[in-house]
């Protein structure tokens, strides 16, 4: 059981929801309730799907099915989350716009790249060598589930507080995506980096 908690938890904090909220806050502000539950529940199960192919399959997939290693998966990866972070620097949250087309068409690009990640998709590798593979689909579930219940949440509050307070959620929204610029351009050099290595031990 023990196990199993460490399983989801590590996924769970990778997706980070708080995280996710701030990446989404113009589809948060711009889709109603009901729409927003839709395209989320959609980019979960994407999402999902996804995370139990490799924790079925591990590495295997990029070895074996796609005969590339894990570690172009990474760089490439990195280099996504830099312009992210880039952009955030610049222009605030609302930079990852940018990476998605119009909001009835979102929830492919919500998935990739915000929930699907090189990061949540070595967790999901992790778990898969940790478990059976029903075990290990069960942890990414759960994880999955609580991360889009609390976004779910988090839009809730977000308009039940609007209305009155639309210059102090701007202004803290503003203030979070600064912030957060730094801990996504952080992130991405550093899986630049584990990507690299991971093609210097090949030599």
Known sequence: MADFISSTTLLLTLLNPFLIIVYLVDVVQKLKKDE????????????????????ILGDSIFTGIMQVEFG????????IFL?????????????????????KHIAGSIAMPVL?????????????????ALLACSAVVVAVVVC?????????LHDLAHP????????????AGRITALYVGTVAI????QGLRTWAHKF
Not at 36 to 55: D, E, K, N, P, Q
Not at 164 to 175: A, D, F
Not at 190 to 193: K, L
């Open 36 to 55: 927003f539950h839709r395209v989320m529940v959609r980019a979960g199960l994407i999402s999902t799907a996804v995370f139990c192919s490799f924790a």
């Open 148 to 156: 889009l219940l609390v976004v779910v949440l988090l839009k809730y």
């Open 164 to 175: 009155t307070r639309e210059e102090l959620i701007e202004r803290y929204i503003e203030i």
């Open 72 to 79: 172009s998966f990474q760089i490439f990866g990195g280099i």
């Open 83 to 103: 312009l992210i972070g880039i952009q955030f620097v610049f222009q605030g949250p609302t930079a990852v716009e940018i990476l998605r087309g119009e909001s």
């Open 116 to 132: 699907i990640g090189p990061g949540t998709i070595s967790a999901s590798i992790v778990i898969g060598k940790r478990h059976d």
């Open 190 to 193: 550093d899986m630049i980096m």
